[in-house]
């Protein structure tokens, strides 16, 4: 099979998902689709849906994953499940980027970083090796602080998920729309987005593109949602 470069140029990339669809592939230590295999199968089928990219975490997915589809990767890599743990540090980011993601994705909120290593040496460390960076914020002055570091893309990825935005409506099309109207760099569209409806409108607000995972790819979300609408 065909595969995408690693390294993609970023108005490549831009022209393959402009208005797409990118499925996000992951799967949990603790979660019974975890596997690079069943990942990368998983992955066939959001190509065969007509996916136009997937987001992957871990160097074993994203290898199976780049094996398996003629797609464009945005990998992470997440190390623990508390404060920044989506490619925290270089270290992260390299090794992302060995297992052949076009575009690596991090953590660039304002929270704490391990080694105090600062966004802008991440980024600088992905551009080094010739692939794109996509920065998952929380809010939209960590959007515009990552433009300046340098990220290719934003994501609002994180919204939701700190403290400061923990009382966010989700998915915060607001946020998306002023992320859209204020930034120079696109903004791909990511963060609990559950219907078609739902994607269709964050491209409306201005996204580039759309992400979405546990709607799609973990079927015990997708089962407890509708069990939990039936006894509601």
Known sequence: MSQFPEVMDKEAFIAQVR???IVSCQALPNEPLHGAEIMARMAIAAQMGGARGIRANGVEDIRAIRRAVNLPVIGLYKDGTQGVYIT?????AQAVISAGAQVVAFDATRRPRPNSERVADLIAAIHAQGRLALADVATLDEALAAQADGADFVAPTLNGYTEETADSATPNFELIRAMATQLY?????EGHINTPQQARYALECGALAVVVGSAITRPQVITANFVRHLHT
């Open 19 to 21: 208005g797409q669809l």
């Open 88 to 92: 925290p540090t270089v270290r992260h």
């Open 185 to 189: 760099v696109p903004v791909i569209a």
